[in-house]
């Protein structure tokens, strides 16, 4: 009795080995050939594509134990805490890197607990954390326009203005022509 894996391995060696009608066997011999070179032709696409993602495909840093590290987080919105993902931290950490389990998944730990493994994380999901005390390009400044200064011999009793200049007086009832509806 025939198993799945000969019928889709081994497809020539079944159509030599059985008895078939003739009529039908040059049939099936063409069938076998057809699918060996359809074989052959994706092995060889399969290359290729590869070849060309190598290419320009840039490799992640390499990890190596000791290493201290930023892990990407993957935070979820809760309306009912009020927090928002958008503003959430997106890497926590540094965290170190202990073993390395495959060419591409590392194990981390707590530097604070090095004894209790954090899990697996993919490379991707890692970032090196750099030690240098970086100094921000453009430092943070205090938002809006900055305050008037009165000190420059104006009065201390200023006149209110509307947006054109002109006098306002507080009193006054909104003209005709602006009424809010």
Known sequence: M???DDVTNDF????????????????LKRLARISSEVHERIEE????????YDKTHRSGPLYHPGDKVWVTLHPL???????????????DGPYIIV?????????VVNPNNPHEVLGPYH?????????KK?????????RGRPRKDNSAGSSS????????????????APSPGRMDK
Do not use: W
């Open 123 to 131: 490379s991707s999901a890692l970032r090196p954390c750099i030690h």
């Open 2 to 4: 025939r198993t799945i």
């Open 134 to 142: 970086a100094t921000p390009v453009l430092p943070l400044r205090k």
């Open 77 to 91: 919105s809760n309306a009912a805490h009020k927090k928002t993902a958008k503003f959430m931290p997106k890497r």
């Open 157 to 172: 009793r200023t006149i209110p203005r509307n947006q054109r200049g002109s006098v306002t007086n507080g009193n006054r």
């Open 12 to 27: 020539r060696a079944i159509i030599d080995n059985e008895n078939f009608v003739p009529e039908i066997t040059s049939y």
């Open 99 to 107: 073993t390395q389990r495959s060419p591409t998944t590392y194990e």
């Open 45 to 52: 696409k399969q290359d290729q594509r590869k070849t060309f």
